[in-house]
């Protein structure tokens, strides 16, 4: 046989092998057709040698208008997964992922690709053995346009192991993906910021060339991804910005992938960073910054806000007790002259005004200090709330007549029933802001919780129309002869006004003693009535005393009385444990509600359906009511198990610095807060404070 022959028959056979490895590979490497999109497992090499590093490639193609999801699917979706079986003679690595799109779905941001995308997956040969080898995989992916649909799929593709490598047909194809794919770059310094006021930015250097550039989180709950990034380019470098998540927490790494395009790159640039912010008061590109609230409230606005909010404080149910009081006075001084009557709402006010600016002084400062604390935080703490029941019980007492305060010493004279009327009317004023704290009145949240976001002299401002508001009423009325006739003349009526007003005193007394077994336990609650019956006993024992004519030495027995049951009180108390028991079986373990937490929200978001979230405290009248009176409705429950809505309940009866922090997000310090995110939609609905049955009812209307 000839050379020439010899050397066409080799060349006809080392073709015939080709093909048939080609044939071989492309009937075994199946595309699988799924529900408007085709998968398919591919590889850059169809011959490889022993020890040499190729790539796989799990190609999605899908249906025009059509996407799948990148490792952070955003809002809502589903990443792509595939996991291997493979011979002994192959390892693989992970996906490599190429930088993704942005894609917005109504309030919805999702992060993919639309049309094919091919994932690149690093492997190698690790075995020294020749053949043919089938590698095996299962894939699952989530397709959306409109809808979304899951899908998954099993896949092989067949390799040999020969003397030559050979490429195959897709190997451009992975090598261009594989360009995509951001890179940890040592030659680019990149700085993360972030401030005060939620917001985040990026100094990407001095690329005057830039004209796009966009960042990636690679986890969720880093930034808003709703809110568009603004890029600033300026001689002194390029800086990418935005708002932050209302999820993000303080010592997260900024981590995921920056793209930058721009005049003097030839393609995009995509790196893979992950960075600690810097954190600083003011970014220092204020003008470039998207603000971080939704609804801009001029001052003048607030103000008014909170002077309205001051006046509806006054009927509110936490107030009732205090009304009470004030009304009592009121009347008693009708027969007085007009300047002792304006002299007495007056010093009320002034206590009012005093109360607010060290309740909003103590809020500011301890926010400054880092505490995550609101309006009501006092109440918070059983101490406090212990302090508060002995304060109205002693009250209740008096207006029901057990004893009376200063009624030996109103013989001395005049002048001191003035002064004591004086001091009276300022402490009212003070107690009256104390038990409204429980309460939050319509157009009072929003303006407390947009103070607490500006400056001290501005919060100051809020917190002095809050007092303004409420002490107005009473002013107006001592001020206005008009309005002061139509109070009956006092008499011997109001002796049993007076007892009949000791009622809601005594259900206030009631009402902070559950508060207390809320926040604590059954030994402590225990001491508190023991102490409660303690003092009783000495206060009764002392109303004798003032009636006896016997005075002289029995004054210091009641002295001595008095300290014995204190001291017995305090150490009842001291024994009881002010720790909520742990083994305690919840009200709400049969309930329809579930217990807030920041993942429970975010897994209900993402479940697609209607979401309702109740932030509220024992402490907070105006929220049992609600929860009474509307929440708890038959008809009510019934349309949030028609609609299938996911109920969480956030408890700020203790203290909570994740709960204060959600309200903050909110623009709210205080409760109650009702918050309503329909299905599917990540913007909230707010309600007001005060519920109806309609206004629950018409969210499902809409």
């Known amino acids: 046989m000839n050379l020439p022959r010899l050397a066409f028959y080799k060349a006809w056979l080392v073709a015939v092998a080709t093909l048939s490895i080609c044939l071989t590979n492309t009937a075994l490497a199946k595309i699988v057709q799924k529900d408007h999109i ?53 390892e693989v690595g992970g996906i490599q992922w190429p930088y993704p799109h942005r894609f917005k779905l109504g309030d919805l941001v999702n992060y993919g690709y639309e049309g094919e995308v091919v994932l690149p997956i690093p492997a190698k040969v690790i075995t020294d053995q020749y053949g043919a080898f089938t590698i095996l995989a299962d894939a699952s992916w989530l397709v959306c346009k409109d809808i979304c649909i899951p899908g998954n799929a099993s896949l092989s593709i067949s390799l040999k192991i ?84 209302d999820f993000y927490e303080g010592k997260k790494l900024f981590s995921g992938t920056l793209v930058v395009d721009g005049n003097d790159l030839a393609l995009a640039k995509a790196y893979d960073i992950s960075l600690q912010p810097v954190v600083v008061d003011h970014l220092a590109f204020p003008d470039s910054l998207p603000a971080n609230n939704s609804v801009e409230l001029g001052l003048l606005a607030v103000v008014l806000m909170g002077f309205l909010g001051g006046i509806i404080l006054n009927a509110m149910p936490c107030v009732f007790p205090i009304l009470a009081l004030k009304v009592t006075s009121m009347m008693s001084s009708h ?21 607010f600016w060290v309740l909003g002084a103590a809020l500011i400062i301890l926010q400054t200090l880092g505490h995550q604390v609101g309006w009501g935080f006092q109440l918070q703490s059983p ?136 926040q604590t336990n059954v030994d402590a609650v225990l001491g508190l009535l023991i102490s409660l019956a303690s003092l009783g006993f000495a206060l009764w024992f002392f109303g004798k005393i003032q009636l006896s004519l016997h005075k002289n030495s029995r004054g210091w027995q009641f002295l ?10 305090s150490a009842v108390f001291t024994y009881g444990t002010t720790q909520k028991d742990s083994t305690a079986v919840e009200d709400e373990e049969f309930s329809l509600w579930n217990k807030w937490s920041v993942e429970g929200e975010r897994e209900a978001l993402r479940s697609g359906k209607p979401v309702f979230i109740d932030f509220t405290a024992a402490w907070c009248i105006t929220c049992q009511v609600n929860e009474r009176v509307v ?41 109650p807060l009702y918050v309503f995110y329909p299905a599917g939609v990540t913007t909230p609905v707010i309600l007001t404070e005060i519920l109806s049955v309609k206004e629950v009812m018409e969210l499902f209307d809409q």
């Open 38 to 90: 085709e998968v398919e497992l591919i590889a850059d090499h169809l011959v490889l040698t022993p020890g040499q590093e190729f790539n796989l490639g799990l190609r999605l193609s899908a249906e025009d208008g059509w996407h799948t999801y990148w490792k952070n699917p955003g809002d809502a979706g589903l990443a792509t997964d595939i996991s291997f079986v493979l011979p002994s003679a192959f």
């Open 162 to 245: 020969g003397e030559g490598a050979i490429q195959s047909g897709w190997f451009g194809v992975i090598a261009g993906e594989f360009d995509k794919v951001p890179s940890q770059s040592t030659s680019q310094k990149f700085v993360s910021q972030i401030d005060s006021g939620g917001r985040w930015a990026l100094m990407l250097g001095n690329h005057s060339g830039i004209s796009r550039a966009e960042f990636f989180p690679e986890e969720a709950d880093l930034i808003n991804a709703g809110v568009p990034q603004a890029l600033t380019v300026s001689p002194d470098g390029a800086v990418l910005s935005g708002i932050l998540s």
């Open 335 to 355: 027969s007085e002259v007009t300047g002792r009557r304006q002299l007495d709402s007056l010093l009320f006010a002034v206590g009012v005004f005093v109360a």
């Open 383 to 518: 101490t406090f709330v212990f302090i508060l029941a002995i304060l109205f019980f002693v009250i209740s007492l008096n207006m029901a007549g057990l004893f009376e305060i200063g009624m030996r010493l109103q013989s001395i004279g005049s002048g001191y029933r003035k002064s004591n009327t004086a001091v009276s009317s300022f402490l009212s004023g003070v107690l009256a802001v104390v038990v409204a704290t429980p309460c939050t009145a319509p157009f009072m949240g929003a303006a407390m919780g947009f103070s607490l976001t500006q400056s001290t002299w501005v919060s100051a401002l809020v917190f002095t129309s809050l007092a303004a508001g409420m002490a107005f009423p009473y002013v107006l009325i001592t001020s206005t002869p008009q309005i002061a006739r139509l109070f009956p003349k006092p008499g011997a009526w109001m002796l049993s006004f007076k007892h009949v007003l000791s009622v809601p005193l005594f259900l206030t007394v009631l009402w902070l003693v559950w508060v207390f077994g809320k």
């Open 560 to 569: 001595v009385v008095v300290f014995v049951l204190v001291c017995l009180s």
């Open 631 to 671: 929440l708890g409705r038959d008809i009510v429950e019934q349309t949030f198990l028609q609609h299938e809505v996911v109920l969480l309940k956030a408890d700020w009866t203790s203290r909570d610095p994740v709960i204060a922090k959600e309200l903050q997000r909110y623009g709210r310090t205080g409760i």
